[in-house]
Nanobody
């Protein structure tokens, strides 16, 4: 019914940039908060950045000043601009969204993830 699909991951050298995109599709009634999480090998999943439907943002301390989250409500897209990438940023990045459909209350949905690898 609802799908979140990430794109934009890849291999980049330290100091480089990547822009991740996440597209929501399906019979969506409304989308509230959206966010990006990441999980490195052997590590727990952690919140990277989140954004409310009104545009209020929150960032993990480790990415403040380097990453920027944004969204396009009309197109049902959320982005993560990642600058000054570090090897420590290497992880699978997952898109998350709180979505209400015609047959469900607000529910968390997750994308399948996109790999970001930062080399040095």
């Amino acid at each position: 019914q609802v799908q979140l699909v990430e794109s934009g991951g890849g291999l980049v050298q330290a100091g480089g940039s990547l822009r991740l995109s996440c597209a929501a599709s399906g019979s969506i009634f409304s989308i509230q908060a959206m966010g990006w999480y990441r999980q490195a090998p052997g590590k727990q999943r952690e919140l990277v950045a989140s954004i409310t439907s009104g545009g209020s943002t929150n960032y993990a301390d480790s990415v403040k000043g380097r990453f920027t989250i944004s969204r396009d409500n009309a197109k049902k897209l959320v982005y993560l601009q990642m600058n000054s990438l570090k090897p420590e940023d290497t992880a699978v990045y997952y898109c998350n969204a709180e979505i209400r459909t015609i047959v469900t209350i607000l529910t968390d949905y997750w994308g399948q993830g996109t790999q970001v690898t930062v080399s040095s």
